[in-house]
C-alpha cells in the first residue's frame, strides 16, 4: 500500500490536530451537562413539594456517582417495613421516577444515549429488585404505557426515554430543565399509582 484513497481518512489525516483538539472540548462539556443535570435537583424538589407532602426527593449526586440520578419516592417505596426516609440514613429506595445520566467524557445535551434521561428505575441488585422490575414491566406493558407513552424500557429502567435538548439551548437552559422537570411530572402522574399497586401485591 503506497496510498490512502479514502476521503474520509484523508480528511480526518489532514486535520487529525484541529479534529483532536476540538474533541477533546467534549469533556468540559461533559462537565457542564453533569453540572447542569445536578442543578435540576432544586425544581425536581419544588415537584415533589407541589405533588403531595407525602412525596420526598432521593439524590444519587455524589462524586464518585457513576450515573447520578434524582428521583421522587414515596415512603412505603424504601426496603424497610417502615419505609421512612430518615435523613442521614444510607438507604436507597426500592424504586423511584426521575432522571438520571451517566457521568462519562460523552455526556451531552443532544445525543442518545449519551444524554439524561427520565423515567421509572428500579434497584435491580437488592433482593426482590429483579422481580419487582419484571413486575413492573408487566404490568406497564399490559395497560399499554410503553407504547402510548412511546417509551423504552429494560431491568434499571422498566419505562423511561432520553431527555434531548432542541434548537440554541446553550443560550437558554430553563426550557430544557423544564422539559426535564415536566418529564418526571408526567411519568410520576402516570406510573406512580400503578407502582403503588405492584408494591402492594
Known amino acids: 500500500m503506497n496510498r490512502i484513497d479514502d476521503p474520509r481518512s484523508v480528511f480526518y489525516l489532514r486535520n487529525q490536530a484541529l479534529i483532536e483538539e476540538w474533541a477533546a472540548l467534549g469533556e468540559s462539556v461533559a462537565g457542564?451537562?453533569?453540572?447542569?443535570l445536578s442543578s435540576c435537583a432544586d425544581g425536581i424538589?419544588?415537584?415533589?413539594?407541589?405533588?403531595?407532602?407525602?412525596?420526598?426527593?432521593?439524590?444519587?449526586?455524589?462524586?464518585?456517582?457513576?450515573?447520578?440520578?434524582?428521583?421522587?419516592?414515596?415512603?412505603?417505596?424504601?426496603?424497610?417495613?417502615?419505609?421512612a426516609l430518615v435523613p442521614g440514613v444510607d438507604v436507597?429506595?426500592?424504586?423511584?421516577?426521575?432522571?438520571?445520566?451517566?457521568?462519562?467524557?460523552?455526556?451531552?445535551?443532544?445525543?442518545?444515549?449519551?444524554?439524561?434521561?427520565?423515567?421509572?428505575?428500579?434497584?435491580?441488585?437488592?433482593?426482590g429488585g429483579r422481580e419487582l422490575s419484571r413486575k413492573l414491566r408487566a404490568a406497564f406493558g399490559e395497560a399499554g404505557l410503553l407504547r402510548k407513552h412511546k417509551l423504552a424500557s429494560s431491568a434499571w429502567w422498566p419505562a423511561y426515554r432520553y431527555e434531548t435538548a432542541t434548537g440554541d439551548y446553550w443560550n437558554d437552559l430553563t426550557p430544557y430543565r423544564e422539559q426535564l422537570i415536566q418529564s418526571v411530572r408526567s411519568h410520576w402522574m402516570e406510573f406512580a399509582p400503578r407502582i403503588r399497586d405492584v408494591l402492594a401485591t
Open 92 to 127: 436507597a429506595p426500592r424504586v423511584g421516577v426521575g432522571l438520571e445520566w451517566n457521568k462519562s467524557r460523552r455526556l451531552n445535551f443532544t445525543t442518545t444515549p449519551a444524554c439524561a434521561f427520565t423515567g421509572i428505575w428500579v434497584d435491580v441488585d437488592i433482593a
Open 32 to 36: 457542564l451537562a453533569h453540572a447542569f
Open 45 to 83: 424538589a419544588d415537584l415533589a413539594a407541589e405533588l403531595s407532602p407525602e412525596v420526598d426527593v432521593y439524590k444519587f449526586l455524589e462524586e464518585d456517582e457513576d450515573w447520578p440520578k434524582i428521583l421522587l419516592v414515596l415512603p412505603g417505596w424504601f426496603p424497610s417495613s417502615q419505609g
